[in-house]
C-alpha cells in the first residue's frame, strides 16, 4: 500500500453556479483596449494578479496551501508549462501563469443540471472557448445522441458500456483514434497506448504533432536521442544561452529564474526573435526586492530580430563564420577533440556550409551582417552554450532542417554532454514529453513493440498509425468512427478550423475525457460522450488509499506528483480509472496479460510495469518514493555516447529553402497571448503586448500598414491562400502597429487556425505551419464581435 503520510485534505468550498449570471460584457472583443507593450516581465503586478483571483476563488487557506505545495517535491506538478524545477526548490516554486491555470482547474465553479438543457450545442457554436471554459467544471459524465441537439448525463457504467459497445463492433481497430493532450500524467499515459495497442492500433496521435514533433525528428539523427541535453542547473553555468523562438515571459515564466542564474554568472544571453518580447527585454524576480522594486534584470545582451522562418539561414551563417575564423587562427575555434573523437561527416558538412551564400541568408533573415557576426563572435568567446528553442523554430516548413542546424552548430563547439552547454528544446504542455516516453506515439520502434509484447503476452501492431494532420483527414474521408481524447481540444487545436469541423461531423462516436467545456465539446461526432476527470490538483484515492502520479518534466526529470484537494465532485473520476474500466471491458477475456483490475486500484502495479517496458524506469517505484524525483538517463549528456546507428554524433546536410512570401503578401505567424493556456482563456487580455480586453487584433509593422492605405485601429479583413483552394479569411481584426519584423505579422491561436491550410505542414514531421502563413491584409468593414471571429 502507497502511504504518502498527507495531512487531511482541504476541503472543497461549496459548488457555486456561475449560470444565469450576466457574463456577456466579459465576452465581446468590443471594449478592446490597445496600450504601449512593456518592456519587462513579471515583476510584484503578476504575483498580484495571480493571487488575488486565486484568493477569491478558494479562499485563503486552500490559496496559501497550494501555493507552497505547487511544484515542490511533496506537492503536485503544476499543470501548465513543462519547465522544470531546480533541484532546491524556492518557497515559491510557481508563476503567475501557473497559478493562473490551477485556479482555472480548482475552481469550485460547476456547471448545474439547468445549463444542459437550456443550452443548446448549437446554440454554443457562436461562444468562445473564454465562455465555455467559464462555465464551471463537468461534473458528471454526458451524453448527446445522434438525433439530438442536446447533452444529458448518462450514468458512468452506461457511458462505458457505449464505449466499449462500439470499439467491440469496428470492422478494424484502425477505425479507432486515440488522441492525447500532454495534460495527462505518465501512468495514464501508459495505459492509453496499451489500451490502443490491445485494441490493435498505433493511431495514437497527440500534442506533440502539432508542438514539438519537429524537435525530435531534428535531434534524433545528429545525437540519437530527441530531449533535452541539459540539467537544470545549467543554466547557471552557462557563459551563453541563444533563446530561439520562444517567449518565456508568458510560457515558460520559471525559466526567467535559470536564464537570470546566467546572468548572475556573467553569461549572456542572446534573444533570437521575430517579435520583442517583454521578458526578452527586463526581468523583474517578484521573489528577489531588488526584482520588485528596482529595475529589474537585463535579459537579451543581443536581439536579434528575424524574419519569420528565416533560422536555418542564421544558424548556417554563423556556422559559416566559425569555419572562416578557424581558417584564420587554426585550432581556436572548433573542438577539434570533440569532433575526432565522437563526430561523423564533418568534411561534407564544412563543405555544404562553405558554399553558403550571404545575398541569401540576409534575404531571408532580414538581418545585417553585422547583426550575424556579432552573434558569432560571442558564440566563439563562449565556452559553453546553451541553444534553447520552442515554437518559433518547430511550426515552420524547414524545422526539423533548423533543428537539425542548431545540433551542427552545437556539435561544432563540443557543447553537447558538457557543463553549462547543450540542446534545449523547451517543452510545451507540462507532461508532454513523459507521454512520449510513455509510448504515445503514432509509431512504434521495435524495441517498445517487443517489450510491450514480453510484458503483457500479447502482439503489438507494428504498423504506424495516424498523427494529429493525418487523423483528422481520415476523419473527412469517413474513415474514423470512433475517437476519444484524453484532455486536449483537437478540434480547436488542429489547422484548418472550417475542415476540422466539417471532418469530426463524420465520425459515428466522440469521447472526450476532459474537465471544462471546450469547442472539442461543441462541435462532436454524431454521438458524444463527455467524460469528467480530475484535475492534478485533486486527490485520488482508491481502495489503495491514496495515490500519486508522475510526470516529466523538459530537462528529462520524473517528479511524483499528487494533489491536496477533494474532488469537485463524487463523479469526476481519474484518467486511470477510466482506462481501467474500458480496459476490464474489453480485454478481460481477450488479453488475460494486462491486469487492469490492479492497476485500476494500486497505481505501483502500472508503476511495475512501465520499469519492465520504459528504458531509464528500472526500479521505478522504489526510486521515486525515495527521493520524490530522478532523473532519466540521457548518453550524450551523460557520458558522450550517441545511441545513433553508428554510435557517433552525427554532422548532418540540410537544404535551406527561403519560403518567400508572395508581392503584396505577408507571413503570418499565430501564437499565445499572455492569458490563455493553449486553447484555454483565463481573460482576453495580453498585457506584455499592450492588448487588453480583446483577441481579433493582428499585429503589423507601420510600413506594412502604409503600404495598404490603413492605419492603426482601422478593421482588417485577414484572407490565407493556398493554391488550388478558395481563401480562407477571417474579418473584423483590428489592425495594431506594432514592432514586429516588416512582412510578419502575428495573430492569437487557437482562432488564427481558421486561416492556417491543412495541407501547409514541415517537412519529415507533419507538423502545421502554424507560424509560416502566407496571408493578404485588407481594409475590412465588418468589425468582429460577440465570441467567435467572423469567418466567412
Ligand atoms: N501560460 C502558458 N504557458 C504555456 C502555454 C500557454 O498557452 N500558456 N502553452 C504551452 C505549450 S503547449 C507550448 S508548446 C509552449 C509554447 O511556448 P512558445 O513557443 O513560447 O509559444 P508561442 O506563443 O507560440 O511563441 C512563439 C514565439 O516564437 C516567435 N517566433 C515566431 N516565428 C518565429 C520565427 O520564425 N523565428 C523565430 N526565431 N521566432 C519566431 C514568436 O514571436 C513568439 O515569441 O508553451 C507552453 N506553456
Ligand atoms: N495555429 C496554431 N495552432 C496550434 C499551436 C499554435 O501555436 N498555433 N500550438 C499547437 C500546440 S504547441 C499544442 S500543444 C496544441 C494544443 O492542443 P491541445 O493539447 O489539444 O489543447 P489544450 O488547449 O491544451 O487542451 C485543453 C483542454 O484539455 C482539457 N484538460 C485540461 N486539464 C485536464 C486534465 O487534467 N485532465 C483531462 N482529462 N483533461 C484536461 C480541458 O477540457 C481543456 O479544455 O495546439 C497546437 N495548435
Ligand atoms: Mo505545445
Same mark, same amino acid.
Given at each position: 500500500?502507497?502511504?504518502?503520510?498527507?495531512?487531511?485534505?482541504?476541503?472543497?468550498?461549496?459548488?457555486?453556479?456561475?449560470?444565469?449570471?450576466?457574463?456577456?460584457?466579459?465576452?465581446?472583443?468590443?471594449?478592446?483596449?490597445?496600450?504601449?507593450?512593456?518592456?519587462?516581465?513579471?515583476?510584484?503586478?503578476?504575483?498580484?494578479?495571480?493571487?488575488?483571483?486565486?484568493?477569491?476563488?478558494?479562499?485563503?487557506?486552500?490559496?496559501?496551501?497550494?501555493?507552497?505545495?505547487?511544484?515542490?517535491?511533496?506537492?503536485?506538478?503544476?499543470?501548465?508549462?513543462?519547465?522544470?524545477?531546480?533541484?532546491?526548490?524556492?518557497?515559491?516554486?510557481?508563476?503567475?501563469?501557473?497559478?493562473?491555470?490551477?485556479?482555472?482547474?480548482?475552481?469550485?465553479?460547476?456547471?448545474?443540471?439547468?445549463?444542459?438543457?437550456?443550452?443548446?450545442?448549437?446554440?454554443?457554436?457562436?461562444?468562445?472557448?473564454?465562455?465555455?471554459?467559464?462555465?464551471?467544471?463537468?461534473?458528471?459524465?454526458?451524453?448527446?445522441?445522434?438525433?439530438?441537439?442536446?447533452?444529458?448525463?448518462?450514468?458512468?457504467?452506461?457511458?462505458?458500456?457505449?464505449?466499449?459497445?462500439?470499439?467491440?463492433?469496428?470492422?478494424?481497430?484502425?477505425?479507432?483514434?486515440?488522441?492525447?493532450?500532454?495534460?495527462?500524467?505518465?501512468?495514464?499515459?501508459?495505459?492509453?497506448?496499451?489500451?490502443?495497442?490491445?485494441?490493435?492500433?498505433?493511431?495514437?496521435?497527440?500534442?506533440?504533432?502539432?508542438?514539438?514533433?519537429?524537435?525530435?525528428?531534428?535531434?534524433?539523427?545528429?545525437?540519437?536521442?530527441?530531449?533535452?541535453?541539459?540539467?537544470?542547473?545549467?543554466?547557471?553555468?552557462?557563459?551563453?544561452?541563444?533563446?530561439?523562438?520562444?517567449?518565456?515571459?508568458?510560457?515558460?515564466?520559471?525559466?526567467?529564474?535559470?536564464?537570470?542564474?546566467?546572468?548572475?554568472?556573467?553569461?549572456?544571453?542572446?534573444?533570437?526573435?521575430?517579435?520583442?518580447?517583454?521578458?526578452?527585454?527586463?526581468?523583474?524576480?517578484?521573489?528577489?526586492?531588488?526584482?520588485?522594486?528596482?529595475?529589474?534584470?537585463?535579459?537579451?545582451?543581443?536581439?536579434?530580430?528575424?524574419?519569420?522562418?528565416?533560422?536555418?539561414?542564421?544558424?548556417?551563417?554563423?556556422?559559416?563564420?566559425?569555419?572562416?575564423?578557424?581558417?584564420?587562427?587554426?585550432?581556436?575555434?572548433?573542438?577539434?577533440?570533440?569532433?575526432?573523437?565522437?563526430?561523423?561527416?564533418?568534411?561534407?558538412?564544412?563543405?555544404?556550409?562553405?558554399?553558403?551564400?550571404?545575398?541569401?541568408?540576409?534575404?531571408?533573415?532580414?538581418?545585417?551582417?553585422?547583426?550575424?557576426?556579432?552573434?558569432?563572435?560571442?558564440?566563439?568567446?563562449?565556452?559553453?552554450?546553451?541553444?534553447?528553442?520552442?515554437?518559433?523554430?518547430?511550426?515552420?516548413?524547414?524545422?526539423?532542417?533548423?533543428?537539425?542546424?542548431?545540433?551542427?552548430?552545437?556539435?561544432?563547439?563540443?557543447?553537447?554532454?558538457?557543463?553549462?552547454?547543450?540542446?534545449?528544446?523547451?517543452?510545451?504542455?507540462?507532461?508532454?514529453?513523459?507521454?512520449?516516453?510513455?509510448?504515445?506515439?503514432?509509431?512504434?520502434?521495435?524495441?517498445?513493440?517487443?517489450?510491450?509484447?514480453?510484458?503483457?503476452?500479447?502482439?503489438?501492431?507494428?504498423?504506424?498509425?495516424?498523427?494529429?494532420?493525418?487523423?483528422?483527414?481520415?476523419?473527412?474521408?469517413?474513415?474514423?468512427?470512433?475517437?476519444?481524447?484524453?484532455?486536449?481540444?483537437?478540434?480547436?487545436?488542429?489547422?484548418? +478550423? =472550417? &475542415?476540422? !469541423?466539417?471532418?469530426?461531423?463524420? %465520425?459515428?462516436?466522440?469521447?472526450?475525457?476532459?474537465?471544462? /467545456?471546450?469547442?472539442?465539446?461543441?462541435?462532436?461526432?454524431?454521438?458524444?460522450?463527455?467524460?469528467?476527470?480530475?484535475?492534478?490538483?485533486?486527490?485520488?484515492?482508491?481502495?489503495?488509499?491514496?495515490?500519486?502520479?508522475?510526470?516529466?518534466?523538459?530537462?528529462?526529470?520524473?517528479?511524483?506528483?499528487?494533489?491536496?484537494?477533494?474532488?469537485?465532485?463524487?463523479?469526476?473520476?481519474?484518467?486511470?480509472?477510466?482506462?481501467?474500466?474500458?480496459?476490464?471491458?474489453?480485454?478481460?477475456?481477450?488479453?488475460?496479460?494486462?491486469?487492469?483490475?490492479?492497476?485500476?486500484?494500486?497505481?505501483?502495479?502500472?508503476?511495475?510495469?512501465?520499469?519492465?517496458?520504459?528504458?531509464?524506469?528500472?526500479?521505478?517505484?522504489?526510486?521515486?518514493?525515495?527521493?520524490?524525483?530522478?532523473?532519466?538517463?540521457?548518453?550524450?549528456?551523460?557520458?558522450?555516447?550517441?545511441?545513433?546507428? +553508428? =554510435? &557517433?554524433? !552525427?554532422?548532418?546536410?540540410?537544404? %535551406?529553402?527561403?519560403?518567400?512570401?508572395?508581392?503584396?503578401? /505577408?507571413?503570418?505567424?499565430?501564437?499565445?497571448?499572455?492569458?490563455?493556456?493553449?486553447?484555454?482563456?483565463?481573460?482576453?487580455?495580453?498585457?506584455?503586448?499592450?492588448?487588453?480586453?480583446?483577441?481579433?487584433?493582428?499585429?503589423?509593422?507601420?510600413?506594412?500598414?502604409?503600404?495598404?492605405?490603413?492605419?492603426?485601429?482601422?478593421?482588417?479583413?485577414?484572407?490565407?491562400?493556398?493554391?488550388?483552394?478558395?481563401?480562407?479569411?477571417?474579418?473584423?481584426?483590428?489592425?495594431?502597429?506594432?514592432?514586429?519584423?516588416?512582412?510578419?505579422?502575428?495573430?492569437?491561436?487557437?482562432?488564427?487556425?481558421?486561416?492556417?491550410?491543412?495541407?501547409?505542414?514541415?517537412?519529415?514531421?507533419?507538423?502545421?505551419?502554424?507560424?509560416?502563413?502566407?496571408?493578404?491584409?485588407?481594409?475590412?468593414?465588418?468589425?468582429?464581435?460577440?465570441?467567435?471571429?467572423?469567418?466567412?
Amino acid at each position: 500500500m502507497t502511504d504518502l503520510h498527507r495531512p487531511d485534505p482541504i476541503n472543497a468550498l461549496d459548488p457555486i453556479h456561475l449560470f444565469d449570471k450576466p457574463l456577456a460584457e466579459d465576452f465581446t472583443d468590443a471594449d478592446l483596449e490597445v496600450k504601449k507593450p512593456m518592456d519587462y516581465a513579471v515583476g510584484i503586478e503578476a504575483v498580484e494578479k495571480a493571487m488575488l483571483p486565486m484568493a477569491e476563488h478558494l479562499g485563503v487557506e486552500k490559496t496559501a496551501k497550494l501555493s507552497l505545495t505547487v511544484n515542490h517535491k511533496k506537492g503536485f506538478d503544476c499543470p501548465s508549462c513543462a519547465w522544470a524545477n531546480p533541484d532546491h526548490s524556492k518557497t515559491l516554486e510557481f508563476c503567475e501563469n501557473g497559478i493562473k491555470n490551477i485556479v482555472w482547474d480548482a475552481t469550485p465553479v460547476v456547471i448545474e443540471d439547468a445549463f444542459w438543457a437550456e443550452n443548446s450545442l448549437t446554440s454554443m457554436l457562436d461562444k468562445s472557448e473564454y465562455w465555455l471554459g467559464l462555465q464551471g467544471r463537468i461534473t458528471k459524465p454526458m451524453y448527446k445522441a445522434a438525433d439530438s441537439d442536446h447533452y444529458v448525463p448518462i450514468s458512468w457504467s452506461d457511458a462505458l458500456d457505449k464505449v466499449a459497445e462500439k470499439l467491440r463492433g469496428l470492422d478494424s481497430p484502425d477505425e479507432a483514434v486515440f488522441y492525447t493532450s500532454g495534460r495527462i500524467m505518465n501512468e495514464p499515459a501508459f495505459l492509453l497506448q496499451l489500451f490502443a495497442r490491445a485494441l490493435g492500433t498505433n493511431n495514437l496521435p497527440d500534442c506533440s504533432n502539432m508542438c514539438h514533433e519537429a524537435t525530435g525528428s531534428g535531434m534524433t539523427p545528429a545525437i540519437g536521442i530527441g530531449k533535452s541535453s541539459v540539467h537544470y542547473d545549467d543554466f547557471a553555468w552557462a557563459d551563453l544561452v541563444i533563446v530561439m523562438g520562444q517567449n518565456p515571459g508568458t510560457n515558460h515564466p520559471r525559466m526567467l529564474n535559470a536564464l537570470e542564474d546566467t546572468k548572475t554568472r556573467g553569461g549572456r544571453i542572446v534573444a533570437v526573435n521575430t517579435l520583442p518580447e517583454a521578458s526578452l527585454k527586463r526581468y523583474k524576480n517578484p521573489q528577489k526586492v531588488s526584482g520588485e522594486l528596482g529595475t529589474g534584470e537585463q535579459m537579451a545582451d543581443q536581439f536579434v530580430q528575424i524574419k519569420i522562418g528565416g533560422d536555418q539561414h542564421l544558424l548556417q551563417a554563423v556556422a559559416k563564420r566559425l569555419f572562416e575564423a578557424e581558417e584564420k587562427a587554426p585550432g581556436t575555434v572548433l573542438d577539434h577533440d570533440f569532433i575526432r573523437t565522437y563526430c561523423n561527416g564533418f568534411d561534407a558538412y564544412r563543405e555544404h556550409i562553405m558554399a553558403v551564400d550571404e545575398s541569401g541568408v540576409l534575404a531571408a533573415t532580414g538581418l545585417t551582417s553585422a547583426e550575424i557576426d556579432e552573434l558569432a563572435q560571442r558564440y566563439i568567446d563562449s565556452n559553453a552554450t546553451i541553444i534553447t528553442w520552442a515554437l518559433g523554430i518547430t511550426q515552420h516548413k524547414k524545422a526539423v532542417a533548423t533543428i537539425a542546424e542548431i545540433m551542427n552548430l552545437l556539435l561544432l563547439r563540443g557543447n553537447i554532454g558538457k557543463k553549462g552547454a547543450g540542446a534545449s528544446p523547451i517543452r510545451g504542455h507540462s507532461n508532454v514529453q513523459g507521454d512520449r516516453t510513455m509510448g504515445i506515439w503514432e509509431k512504434i520502434s521495435p524495441a517498445f513493440a517487443a517489450a510491450m509484447s514480453r510484458q503483457f503476452a500479447f502482439e503489438v501492431p507494428t504498423e504506424p498509425g495516424l498523427d494529429s494532420v493525418d487523423a483528422m483527414n481520415a476523419m473527412e474521408d469517413g474513415k474514423v468512427k470512433v475517437f476519444m481524447s484524453m484532455a486536449g481540444n483537437l478540434i480547436a487545436a488542429m489547422s484548418d +478550423s =472550417g &475542415r476540422s !469541423e466539417a471532418g469530426v461531423r463524420e %465520425v459515428d462516436l466522440t469521447i472526450q475525457v476532459a474537465t471544462k /467545456l471546450n469547442r472539442s465539446h461543441v462541435v462532436t461526432g454524431k454521438e458524444s460522450l463527455l467524460l469528467p476527470a480530475t484535475v492534478r490538483a485533486e486527490r485520488d484515492v482508491t481502495s489503495f488509499g491514496l495515490q500519486f502520479l508522475t510526470s516529466e518534466d523538459t530537462v528529462c526529470r520524473i517528479n511524483m506528483s499528487h494533489g491536496e484537494l477533494k474532488p469537485v465532485s463524487d463523479d469526476v473520476r481519474s484518467d486511470v480509472w477510466i482506462l481501467c474500466e474500458l480496459g476490464k471491458r474489453l480485454f478481460s477475456e481477450s488479453h488475460p496479460g494486462i491486469p487492469w483490475a490492479a492497476f485500476q486500484e494500486d497505481y505501483d502495479a502500472i508503476r511495475d510495469a512501465i520499469a519492465h517496458v520504459v528504458p531509464g524506469f528500472e526500479d521505478f517505484n522504489a526510486r521515486v518514493k525515495k527521493d520524490l524525483t530522478f532523473v532519466l538517463p540521457h548518453p550524450p549528456r551523460d557520458s558522450r555516447t550517441f545511441p545513433t546507428p +553508428s =554510435g &557517433r554524433a !552525427e554532422f548532418t546536410i540540410q537544404d %535551406v529553402e527561403h519560403v518567400q512570401t508572395p508581392e503584396g503578401r /505577408l507571413m503570418m505567424q499565430s501564437m499565445r497571448a499572455h492569458d490563455q493556456h493553449n486553447t484555454t482563456m483565463y481573460s482576453l487580455s495580453d498585457r506584455y503586448r499592450g492588448i487588453h480586453k480583446g483577441r481579433f487584433v493582428l499585429f503589423i509593422h507601420p510600413d506594412d500598414l502604409a503600404a495598404r492605405g490603413l492605419a492603426d485601429g482601422d478593421t482588417v479583413d485577414i484572407f490565407s491562400e493556398w493554391p488550388g483552394e478558395p481563401d480562407r479569411v477571417l474579418r473584423g481584426y483590428r489592425a495594431v502597429s506594432y514592432p514586429t519584423v516588416k512582412g510578419c505579422v502575428a495573430a492569437y491561436f487557437p482562432e488564427a487556425n481558421a486561416l492556417v491550410p491543412r495541407g501547409s505542414v514541415a517537412d519529415i514531421c507533419n507538423t502545421p505551419t502554424s507560424k509560416q502563413i502566407v496571408v493578404r491584409v485588407e481594409k475590412g468593414e465588418l468589425a468582429a464581435t460577440g465570441g467567435r471571429p467572423v469567418t466567412i
